[in-house]
């Protein structure tokens, strides 16, 4: 007999539960775990409606495979920002969601994805040789400037000039803000978000957006009046797509897609890059193993063969499964009633697969707070049991553009640098905004560059020079 009732959960006050989340979400989710089992039911701000998180694999993967008419994502769920817009993937839903999404898969997949590795090195290659030997540094600001530059050459398929640095200045004063905490709460709050002119933070913020849209869409106006069809860059081919009625995307789908792929890959895959850094520095015998690797690639390996490297994979899958930047894939909200886990959900009950909590099982992975790529090495897990980019209809549509932008670096960066960590405090997760990113940055010490050595035989040594 199913309960007709929700999940149990805290008994606090709303507003403390609010609170709680908003200051410390990765021990409170834990505890909540401890305490309630694999589902329990929340109660945040702004909504307040019941949220009910699901940390079992086998109920994520009925939500990953329940009926989008039965449950869903997008606005109805609570997923929407000015900044994204309203044609954004991530806030569309049925129908219309499902054409944009064949649209946008093309570019960020298989070939024409493998073309933009050259420019992911270069990239990397540039921003990594202002490093001086010797000097202690952040890493992750260099991982932030290498992934802007990724989304604004590779995604915009934009040249440095005036607008390549009016588009840059208008991005970092949006994403980077001088009052973050004022801004996540004007997100979090709607009410808060009044405006009143330019000295109002949500004024202000409206109007970077108003000047941001100005320069994406000349962009694109220009891009129609001299069409060149030899670019390649991900907001071209983009024009280019035409849905099952021969229409393509109109200027203001491009826009918010634009932004939606800048937003859901800038500071994702630097924080991730920076997280793999200290991890593989911190653990010897993973960076000796990870090396040894890639030597074996060769002085100039094809992209190709960084993508398929297995022990490199290893490590990308782990870091994303020990601290994933995005711990909850996007709310389901319920269209009918729905059953999960002897739970008859009523409509209008929000769903979260957490994936911070499913990645920490000790079911599945045993020691879940060590750093341990041999587990990919070991065994596959289901797409319900490790989901850093969530899954179903809502699996992050640049999921395989990350990984490979990721890996690219990494392996560019370990051939080129002999780098250790400047000292030996752990470092934790700190949230920052929506994401998780390393504390502190990641602060490391370039002690010199490597050498690769082809040698005449099957072993690879590298020196520093």
């Not at 606090?12 to 401890?34: G, I, N, R």
């Not at 909504?47 to 109805?76: H, M, R």
């Not at 797509?241 to 800038?266: C, N, S």
């Not at 998780?436 to 035989?457: L, W």
Request: net charge negative; with cysteine.
């Amino acid at each position: 007999m199913l309960a007709h009732k929700l999940p149990n959960g805290p008994q606090s006050h709303p507003w403390v539960q609010t609170f709680q989340w908003m200051t410390s979400p990765l021990e409170y989710m834990e505890d909540c775990a401890k305490r309630y089992g694999d589902i329990f039911t929340l109660r945040i701000g702004p909504v307040f409606t019941p949220q009910v998180f699901i940390s079992n694999p086998q109920a994520i993967q009925q939500i990953f495979t329940t009926d989008p008419k039965q449950l869903d994502s997008g606005e109805p769920a609570g997923i929407q920002s000015p900044l994204l817009g309203q044609q954004s993937l991530l806030t569309l839903e049925g129908k219309p969601h499902q054409r944009q999404r064949k649209l946008l898969t093309p570019p960020l997949h298989g070939e024409r994805m493998l073309a933009y590795g050259e420019l992911i090195r270069d990239i990397t290659v540039q921003e990594s040789d202002h490093w001086q030997v010797g000097e202690q540094f952040s890493v992750l600001p260099s991982m932030q400037t290498i992934s802007f530059q990724v989304i604004l050459k590779a995604v915009f398929g934009l040249e440095e000039g005036p607008r390549y640095e009016k588009l840059r200045e208008r991005l970092i004063a949006i994403l980077n803000p001088k009052a973050p905490l004022v801004t996540a709460l004007m997100f979090l709050f709607p009410i808060l978000r009044k405006d009143f002119g330019r000295w109002s933070p949500w004024g202000i913020f409206m109007h970077q957006i108003q000047q941001l849209d100005e320069l994406i869409y000349a962009e694109i106006q220009e891009r129609k009046e001299q069409p060149d069809p030899s670019r390649t860059d991900i907001l071209s081919l983009m024009m280019a797509a035409r849905d099952e009625h021969g229409q393509p995307m109109t200027d203001v789908e491009l826009r918010d897609e634009l932004i939606t792929l800048l937003v859901a890959g800038h500071e994702t895959t630097a924080s991730s890059l920076a997280w793999a850094l200290y991890w593989i520095h911190h653990l010897p015998h993973v960076r000796e193993k990870l090396l040894q690797e890639l030597d074996g690639l060769g002085a100039n390996p094809d992209p190709n063969m960084i993508l398929r490297s297995p022990y490199l994979n290893a490590v990308c899958s782990e870091t994303l499964r020990l601290y994933p930047v995005v711990i909850l894939a996007l709310n389901r909200v319920v269209k009918s009633p729905l059953e999960i886990m002897g739970y008859e959900l009523e409509p209008a009950t929000l769903v979260i697969p957490c994936i911070y909590l499913t990645h920490h099982r000790e079911d599945l992975y045993p020691e879940s707070k060590l750093f341990k790529p041999e587990r990919f090495l070991e065994r596959q897990f289901a797409p319900y049991e490790y989901l850093p980019f969530g899954g179903g209809n809502r699996r992050c549509i640049g999921m395989a553009f990350a990984l490979f932008e990721m890996k690219i670096v990494l392996a560019t960066l370990l051939s080129r640098w002999q780098m250790e960590l400047a000292d030996s405090k752990p470092v934790q997760a700190v949230r920052n905004g929506a994401l998780f990113r390393p504390s502190g940055g990641v602060q490391m010490v370039v002690k010199g560059r490597r050498v690769y050595q082809e040698q005449p035989s099957e072993s690879v040594s590298s020196s520093i020079k």
